[in-house]
């Protein structure tokens, strides 16, 4: 997972997985300062794999972060918007970092590992900035923080077979694992940390382990998971995978312009949790504010024609009036149509209003607002 010291200064960092990536003929791309698989073959086949059958990712780019010591919780919950000191050893909980204005720095997964053990997990490109905050905030607690993302590389095992194909691995107690949990175990023969969290709207599990021990683990994922119809999925199909489970990016949904009450997730800051916390004054003003003049929402709009609403594009109404902004689109595998994320006018937000479009290079394309997710998988 760490830079080779042949890399050049600059370079773009690999995984562990590199060499295999490349081996199973991979397409590259420079994501966050790290180069990651794109696709393998092909970007639906591997979407329409990990809805029906498994798919297997490398997500080694992702930012692992300790916190450790008698404060450690207290820590976190200063320097975060939740309430993690009250999270049971065992289970994660998603939450976000927020700068002294209220701006999201990033959303998180916290995973507590033990009484005085915490491990969060940030966004690639948010990672150093995560870890600088964290450390800022850290003064004057009795914890330390520590960067931890070349301790581990993180393989995913995402889809509705994804749970047999682990199980045929490891002895750990899968079906006791809860939804936004995780346990140690052993998965062919490599010590990993089994979480139950996910980012593809499916049932499926992430297995952070040594780096040294990754290529092992994938090897014995692909084999186990062969008949089963598990294939290699690369970063595009993730994202069309997220974006029918309506799961916000980061750069797109979230960012430093936005509260999480803008983003219609003031469900995650919690103000009733022991001591100050950062940005906690500019919050409360935002939860003032959007439940006296509500925000643009975040809805769902799906296409009536062909063409393909991307990042950026206008919403407008019937009028031609610019009422939003896309924030994310891409055409659907599962919908067999383009769907795209967008914040839309409180006004324009209620599924099936009239009129609304999006300017798709000066033309006005028709499409329909839905409540979002656009895919729920039958549990």
């Known amino acids: 997972m760490s830079e080779s010291p042949s890399q050049p200064t600059g370079a773009p960092r690999r995984t562990a997985l590199d060499a295999l990536h490349r081996a199973l003929g991979a397409t590259m791309t420079d994501f966050a300062g790290w180069d990651m698989p794109l696709r393998y073959a092909s970007e639906r086949e591997e979407h329409q794999a990990v809805r029906t059958r498994a798919g297997l990712f490398d997500l080694s780019h992702m ?49 507590r590992l033990g009484d005085q053990e915490f491990m969060i997990v940030a966004n690639a490109s948010n990672a150093q900035i995560v870890l600088d905050a964290v450390t800022e905030r850290a003064a004057g607690f009795d914890a330390a923080v520590r960067d931890d993302r070349d301790a581990y590389a993180l393989l995913a095992v995402q889809g509705p077979e994804s749970p047999g194909i682990l199980k045929s ?6 079906d006791g ?5 995780g346990l140690p175990g052993t998965v062919a023969g490599v010590p990993a940390l089994i979480a139950r969290t996910g980012y593809t709207g499916e049932d499926g599990f992430e297995l952070f382990v040594a ?92 296409a009536q024609g062909r063409r393909v609403p991307r990042a950026g594009y206008p919403v407008t109404d019937a009028s031609g009036a610019v009422v939003g902004e896309v924030t994310s689109g891409a055409p659907s595998p599962t ?13 324009h937000a209620a599924p099936g209003t009239a009129g609304v479009a999006v300017d798709i290079r000066g033309a006005q394309e028709p499409h329909e ?11």
């Open 63 to 111: 930012g692992e972060i300790a916190v450790t010591g008698p404060q450690a919780g207290a820590l976190l919950d200063h320097a975060l918007v939740g309430h993690l000191s009250a999270l049971a050893v065992g289970r994660a909980r998603y939450t976000m970092i927020c700068a002294a204005d209220g701006g999201i720095l990033d959303d998180l997964i916290v995973y």
């Open 169 to 174: 691995l490891t002895d750990a107690d899968l």
């Open 177 to 181: 694992l809860k939804y936004y949990a």
């Open 211 to 302: 780096p040294a021990d990754a290529e092992r683990l994938w090897q014995a994922l692909t084999e186990a998971g062969a008949a089963a119809g598990l294939v290699p999925c690369g970063l595009s199909c993730r994202d069309t995978l997220r974006l029918e489970a309506g799961m916000p990016l980061y750069g797109h949904e979230l960012t430093t312009a936005l509260t999480p009450f803008d983003a219609g997730l003031g469900r995650v800051v919690k103000f009733d949790k022991p001591g100050d916390f950062v940005g906690r004054e500019a919050l409360a003003a935002a939860a003032e504010k959007a439940a006296a003049t509500p925000p643009r929402k975040l809805v769902g709009l799906v």
């Open 335 to 347: 919908l067999g149509v383009p769907i795209a994320m967008a914040y839309v006018d409180a006004a």
């Open 369 to 379: 607002v839905v409540a979002l997710p656009f895919y729920k998988r039958e549990r």
